[in-house]
């Protein structure tokens, strides 16, 4: 389909701002100042690492999907998911929900984004990712040579957390079906997992995020890559290092999906 001109330059404007705020002088020259940084993690910066990650992915039957008491949305069905998502009442986060937020995206995308929860502008609009850190993630996924239909964003938990606090695990847990589902139904080339609440359910170990992300790790067969959240980008705002590094980690999944 061909795209119009004012398209064309909205995505080159997302492009140019990212590519700016993540440091122009280094992006612009085109690869990493290390090459051989490509399969190893750089240190964060100190103020970046993160506690201890609680150990390991949900258990084998959640991750597969089989919890007895769970609904069981039709697999081959994005509609009939997003449904049983909208109306899911299997854990206490659908007390104080305004709306759940299943996810959006290309149902075939290659590319697959997950983040740790909604937020506040996310649960009122039933979307994800689309407040200030969800913008910044739109302008690395135009940045990325992506249009935001052709991937897929959705988070390990789809109701909003009381005060946007993490998500206990057994809520990841009791949402992980449908996140399986998803990726079963998507089967995304590249997962890349955004912070370290989604990532120690993805990568196991007890690693920080700032020393998991620029590895892909693996999950059934699917290259993960862990990064930093938008949100941590925005909190430490004017420090390029960290927009590097992000930059970084998603030339190397450019680079996995021909985008380099
Ligand atoms: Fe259901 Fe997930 Fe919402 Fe809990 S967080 S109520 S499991 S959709």
């Not at 988070?155 to 909003?160: G, Q």
């Not at 057994?170 to 995304?188: F, H, M, N, S, T």
Request: with cysteine; proline share 10%.
């Amino acid at each position: 389909m061909k795209k119009s001109a004012a398209e064309i330059l909205a995505g080159l404007r997302d492009h140019v701002d990212f590519l700016a705020e993540a440091g122009a002088d280094f992006v612009l020259a085109g690869t990493p100042k290390d090459p051989g940084r490509a399969t190893g993690a750089r240190s964060a910066p100190k103020d970046a690492m993160e506690p201890p990650c609680r150990p390991g992915p949900p258990s084998q039957e959640l991750r597969g999907g089989a919890a007895s008491a769970h609904p069981q949305p039709d697999d081959r069905d994005p509609a009939e998911i997003e449904r049983q998502v909208r109306e899911c009442r299997f854990c206490p986060l659908h007390k104080l929900r305004t709306n759940a937020v299943p996810g959006e995206g290309d149902w075939a995308a290659a590319l697959m984004f997950i983040g740790e929860a909604p937020g506040r502008d996310e649960d009122l609009q039933g979307r994800p990712f689309v407040g200030r850190a969800g913008q910044l993630l739109r302008k690395i996924i135009a940045a990325m040579k992506f249009r935001e239909d052709e991937v897929y964003i959705t988070n390990v938990v789809k109701c909003r957390p009381p005060e946007n606090r993490v998500p206990h695990r057994d809520e990841v847990e009791a949402c992980w079906p449908y996140l399986a589902r998803q990726i079963g139904l998507i089967k995304p080339k590249v997962i890349v997992t955004l912070g370290k609440t989604p990532t120690e359910y993805f990568v196991p170990g007890r690693a920080a995020i700032g020393e998991l992300r620029g590895k892909f790790g693996d999950y059934q067969g699917i290259p993960v890559m862990p990064t930093f959240h938008p949100s941590y980008l925005i909190r430490n705002e004017g420090n390029r290092e960290i927009r590097r590094m992000v930059w970084e980690d998603m030339q190397q999944v450019m680079v996995l999906l021909g985008k380099k």
